[in-house]
C-alpha cells in the first residue's frame, strides 16, 4: 500500500470516527440534565474523537508528504507545486487547493475539540457532539468516493491518470509520471501565505466554540449558562479572526501592485462580514453577563456567525462567484454538496431557536441614554447594518444564479465601481463604530447621570475638536485636496474613540483597576481607521510622468501621466527624488542580498542555476567565487532602482519584482516599500522588456584585434585583455574532445564603470563550430567571438547594439499607514488582555480610590 493509498483510508478512518464520535457524544447526553452524562456513550465519543484526530493528522502527514516527495503522479502534488520550491512554500501548497484548506479547518477543529475535552467536562457531551457533526460534512467534502453513482467529495489523493484519464500519455504509457508540477500561483509564493491561511482557518475554526455552545444551550435548555464560555472563545475568535484578516491585507499590500490593502473582492468581503458579526456577538454576550438584557441578539448573532462562515466557504468554493473575484478556489463539482452543508446547520439553528424562544429571558429594563448598554447595543446594530450591506452587494452573483435556476432573468448586477460603492457605506460605518466605541467606553466604566456623562465627554471631546482642526489646517496647508464631510466626520470620530477609550484607561490605572482589553481595541481600532483615512484618501502618486513622452499607445492616459520612464544607469527625477535604475537582480538561497544579473552566467538547460563571473559577497563575506555554481530562482527578476532625497540627501534602494507570465495576465508585478514612520514609499514596475521576447540588434560589426587591442564601440570603448579555456562547470555541456575559449573583454562605459564580457568560442571534436555570445545589458552590448587565427594571433569579435535596458515605475506615498498596521497590533493586544482577565477573579478596587459614583464592573 503506498502512500496514496494511506492517505485516503486514513480519510475514511477520520469520517466514520466523526460518525461514531458524533454518535456516542449524542447519546452520552440524551434526555440528560447539564453535566449528568452517560458515562459509558461519553468514553466511546471521547475515543472515537481521538481516532478521528489521529486519522486527521495521517492525512495531514500523507498529503505533505506527497508534495514534499515530488510524487506527481498525484494530481494535487504536480497542480501545486513544483521540483524548485523552497519547503516553506510546499507547505503553502498545502492548503493552496481547496481539499489541503479543508484539511487545515478539519485539523484546527481537532486541535479546539481537545482543548475543549480537556476543560469543559460539563459541557463536553454536547458541545462535542456539534463538533463532531460539523467534522462529518468537513471530512465529507474530501471523502472522494462515489455513492451510487453520487460524487462524495474531492479526494487529495486521486492520481493524475484518474483525474485526467483522456491525455494521450497515458493511452501510451499509463505509468507515464511528470518529471516537474505546475507549481505554486506566483503570488501565493511569500512568506504571508506561509502563515496567514493558518491564522484565518484558525479563526474560522472558532467561530464553531460558541456556535456549539449555544446550540448545546438550547438543546440542553440552559439558555444562559453557555454565555460565560462563549464569550472566552469569541474573544480569542474576534482576535485571530481579525488579525488574520489584516495579514491578508498586508501581503496584499506587499505583493500586489493596486497601490493598497483591501479591493472588497467577494472573497475579502467573505470573510470581513462574519468577522464584523462576530464582534457584534461579542459585544451582545457581554450586554447579558453585565446587565443581563439581549440575551436573544446574542443567541442570534452568535449562530448567524457561524451561519456566514459557511456561506462564505459556499461563496468562494462552489464557483458561483465566476469572474466576479480573482481568487475564489476553484470549483471542483462540490457546490452542491456545499449547500446541503450550508442548509443543514440553517435549518438546525433555526429550529432550535424557534423551538426555545419564548423561553430565552428577556430583560424588562428599560435602556436610557445614560447605560453604557444602549450604546453597546447599538454600536453591535451598526456592525451588523455594515455586514449586511457588504452582504447584500457580495451576493449579487448568488441572487442571480438562484433565480436563473427557475429561469428567472435577473437584472441585478455588481456596482461598476465596487470600491467607491462599498466606501462609500462602510466609511459611515467607521465614523459610528469610532463614535460609539468612545461613548460606551466612557460610560462601562461608572454609574451614569447628566453631570457625570458630560464630565467624562468633555476633555477627550474638546481635546477631539481642536486634534482635527490642526489635522484639516495641515493637510491644507500640505495641498492636499480639500476635506470632505465624510472625511472630516471620519477624522474627528477615530480621534475621538482613540482619546476617549485612552482617556478611561487612565482613570482605570489611576483608581487601580485592571487593564481594560474592550479599550486597548477600541483604541487600535480607532487608529486603524485613522491609518485607512490618511493611506487611503490621502495617498499621493509622485511618479508625475513630466516629460512629455507618451510612453505606450497600449497605457491608459492615467498610466501614461502617472509613471516614469527610467533608462538604466542614466538618473532621472521624481518628486523631490533623484531615482537611478542600475539593473536587473535575483534571488539566491543563502545569499541574504539579491544578485546582479550580471554576475551569473546563466547554465544550459537548468534555469535554476548559474555560474558565478566573480566573486559573490555581501559586505567583506564571500558566498561564491568566480566559477562555481550556485542556485537560483529565476521566475522573479528584482530591479534595482537607487532613491536619493535631493531635499536631505537621504539615499535607500528598493527592489521591485516582476515575472513575465502569460498565463495570470502578462506582467506580474509585486512592489517594494520604503517605510518611514510618518508614510510608505511604495513602488512598483509598471513595464520593462519582454524578457520571453528576442531583442532586436543592430547588424553584428566585426573586429580583429590581438590582446590587449582597445575596440571602439559607438560611445564606449573596449580592451580585449586576455583568452583562456572555458570551465566546464559554466555548463555548456561539453563532450570530451571539445574545445572552449573564452575572451576577457573590459568595457568602460559611462564615469568609467567597468564591465566584463565573456564570449565563449567552442570547436567540437567532429569540427564543428559553436559560439556562446555574452551581453553588457547595462550598454546594451551583444558580442560573440566569431573566430580565433592562432597564426596571426588575431581574435575576430562581433558587435551588436541593442535598445538600452529600463523601466517604467510607479511609485506612491502613503501617508501615516503605520496607523492601521499599529492599530491592528493594539486591537489583538485588546483581545488577548480580555481573554486573559476572563480567566481570572476580578481585582477588587480600594475603596479610598473609587471617586464618587463609579462601581467596580467587569471589562469588556
Known amino acids: 500500500m503506498n502512500i496514496g493509498d494511506w492517505g485516503h483510508l486514513s480519510v475514511i478512518v477520520a469520517f466514520v470516527a466523526a460518525v461514531v464520535s ?45 508534495i514534499h516527495g515530488h510524487r506527481y503522479e498525484y494530481y494535487y502534488a504536480w ?36 482543548f475543549i475535552i480537556r476543560g469543559s ?79 484565518l482557518f484558525l479563526g474560522f475554526a472558532l467561530t464553531l466554540v460558541p456556535f456549539a455552545y449555544a446550540v448545546a444551550g438550547l438543546w440542553k435548555g440552559e439558555l444562559t449558562q453557555w454565555v460565560s ?41 467573505a470573510v470581513y462580514i462574519p468577522w464584523l458579526v462576530l464582534v457584534a456577538a461579542l459585544h451582545a454576550l457581554v450586554l447579558w453577563q453585565r446587565g443581563k438584557t439581549g440575551l436573544r441578539t446574542a443567541f442570534s448573532l452568535v449562530v448567524a456567525t457561524f451561519l456566514l462562515v459557511l456561506y462564505a466557504t459556499f461563496l468562494t468554493r462552489s464557483g458561483v462567484l465566476g469572474n466576479a473575484s480573482v481568487h475564489s478556489f476553484t470549483d471542483l463539482g462540490l457546490s452542491g454538496q456545499l449547500l446541503v452543508y450550508l442548509m443543514a446547520f440553517v435549518v438546525l439553528s433555526i429550529a432550535l431557536l424557534v423551538w426555545r424562544w419564548k423561553q430565552i429571558p428577556v430583560s424588562e429594563k428599560e435602556l ?70 468612545g461613548i460606551a467606553q466612557l460610560l462601562w466604566w461608572q454609574r451614569n447621570d447628566k453631570e457625570t456623562v458630560l464630565n467624562s465627554i468633555s476633555i477627550p471631546a474638546i481635546l477631539t475638536l481642536l486634534g482635527a482642526s490642526l489635522g484639516i489646517l495641515l493637510v491644507r496647508q500640505n495641498g492636499a485636496h480639500q476635506m470632505s464631510l465624510p472625511y472630516i466626520a471620519l477624522l474627528t470620530t477615530g480621534l475621538f474613540g ?49 516629460s512629455g513622452l507618451l510612453y505606450s499607445r497600449q497605457f491608459s492616459e492615467e498610466d501614461n501621466r502617472d509613471n516614469v520612464l527610467l533608462w538604466r544607469n542614466d538618473p532621472g527625477k521624481m518628486g523631490p527624488y533623484e531615482l537611478t535604475y542600475t539593473g536587473q537582480y535575483f534571488d539566491a538561497p543563502g545569499v541574504p542580498e539579491y544578485v546582479s544579473k550580471e554576475l551569473l552566467f546563466p547554465v ?45 540627501g537621504d539615499e535607500f534602494v528598493l527592489f521591485p519584482r516582476a515575472q513575465a507570465n502569460e498565463e495570470m495576465g502578462g506582467l506580474l508585478a509585486s512592489p517594494d516599500i520604503k517605510l518611514f514612520w510618518d508614510h510608505d514609499i511604495y513602488s512598483h514596475v509598471s513595464s520593462v522588456p519582454d524578457p520571453n521576447k528576442e531583442k532586436d540588434w543592430s547588424e553584428v560589426k566585426q573586429y580583429s584585434v590581438a590582446m590587449n587591442d582597445t575596440l571602439f564601440l559607438n560611445d564606449y570603448f573596449a580592451i580585449f585583455k586576455n583568452a583562456e579555456p572555458a570551465h ?24 568609467n564603470k567597468q564591465y566584463h564580457a565573456h564570449p565563449i568560442f567552442i570547436v567540437g571534436k567532429s569540427g564543428m563550430v559553436g559560439r556562446v555570445a555574452d551581453e553588457v545589458e547595462d550598454l546594451g552590448l551583444r558580442i560573440t567571438l566569431d573566430n580565433i587565427d592562432p597564426q596571426k594571433g588575431k581574435f575576430t569579435f562581433g558587435v551588436a547594439t541593442t535598445q538600452k535596458d529600463y523601466v517604467i515605475l510607479k511609485a506612491m506615498e502613503k501617508p501615516f499607514i503605520n496607523l492601521l498596521w499599529s492599530g491592528t497590533l493594539l486591537m489583538g493586544l485588546g483581545f488577548g488582555i480580555a481573554v486573559v482577565q476572563r480567566g481570572r477573579k476580578p481585582k477588587p478596587v480600594p475603596a479610598a480610590k473609587v471617586p464618587r459614583g463609579a462601581k467596580q464592573v467587569q471589562a469588556a
Request: net charge neutral; glycine share 12%.
Open 22 to 66: 458524533t454518535l456516542g457524544y449524542y447519546m452520552a447526553s440524551r434526555g440528560r440534565a447539564l453535566g449528568d452524562t452517560d458515562a459509558a456513550w461519553l468514553r466511546f465519543g471521547r475515543g472515537a474523537f481521538v481516532v478521528h484526530g489521529v486519522a486527521v493528522i495521517g492525512v495531514i502527514v500523507a498529503l505533505f508528504g506527497i
Open 498 to 546: 482613540v482619546l476617549a477609550n485612552l482617556s478611561m484607561l487612565l482613570q482605570l490605572v489611576r483608581r487601580g483597576v485592571r487593564l481594560s482589553g474592550g479599550a486597548v481595541s477600541h483604541i487600535g481600532i480607532a487608529l486603524m481607521l485613522l491609518g485607512i483615512l490618511a493611506s487611503a484618501g490621502y495617498s499621493k502618486i509622485i511618479s508625475q510622468n513630466t
Open 604 to 648: 544550459v538547460n537548468d534555469e535554476y542555476k548559474a555560474v558565478a563571473r566573480g566573486e559573490i559577497k555581501v559586505g567583506e563575506k564571500v558566498y561564491y567565487k568566480a566559477g562555481d555554481t550556485l542556485e537560483i530562482r529565476p521566475e522573479d527578476t528584482y530591479y534595482r532602482v537607487a532613491y536619493k532625497n535631493q531635499e536631505s
Open 121 to 199: 467536562r460539563q459541557w463536553e457531551a454536547p458541545v462535542m457532539a456539534v463538533f463532531a457533526f460539523v467534522q462529518i460534512f468537513l471530512m465529507s467534502m474530501i471523502l472522494g468516493v462515489l455513492v451510487g453513482g453520487l460524487k462524495l467529495g474531492s479526494s487529495p489523493f486521486i492520481l493524475m491518470k484518474e483525474f485526467m484519464p483522456d491525455l494521450p500519455v497515458y493511452k501510451l504509457n499509463p505509468d507515464f509520471v511528470p518529471q516537474d508540477g505546475t507549481g505554486l500561483n506566483a503570488l501565493l509564493q511569500n512568506y504571508w501565505m506561509v502563515i496567514h491561511p493558518p491564522t
Open 368 to 437: 436610557t441614554m445614560y447605560n453604557a448598554e444602549l450604546w453597546v447595543f447599538v454600536g453591535a446594530t451598526v456592525l451588523c447594518l455594515g455586514a449586511f450591506q457588504v452582504l447584500f452587494t457580495t451576493s449579487i452573483p448568488v441572487w442571480n444564479a438562484l433565480v436563473g435556476f427557475f429561469g428567472i432573468k435577473s437584472n441585478l448586477a455588481l456596482p461598476a465601481d465596487q470600491i467607491a460603492h462599498y466606501t462609500k457605506f462602510q466609511l459611515w460605518l467607521g465614523v459610528l463604530v469610532a463614535l460609539f466605541s
Open 79 to 114: 497542480s501545486h507545486s513544483s521540483n524548485h520550491l523552497p519547503v516553506y512554500y510546499m507547505i503553502s501548497c498545502f492548503w493552496e487547493g481547496q481539499e489541503g484548506s479543508f484539511l487545515l479547518w478539519i485539523f484546527w477543529h481537532v486541535v479546539i475539540g481537545a
Open 229 to 269: 464560555p462563549a464569550i472566552r472563545w469569541s474573544l480569542v475568535g474576534g482576535g485571530v479572526l481579525g488579525v488574520g484578516i489584516m495579514m491578508g491585507a498586508y501581503w496584499a499590500y506587499e505583493t500586489l501592485n493596486f497601490g493598497g490593502y483591501w479591493n472588497w473582492d467577494p472573497v475579502e468581503n
Open 728 to 751: 566546464n562547470t559554466a555548463g555548456l555541456g561539453l563532450n570530451p574532445g571539445d574545445v572552449a575559449v573564452q575572451g576577457d573583454i573590459i568595457v568602460y562605459g559611462e564615469k
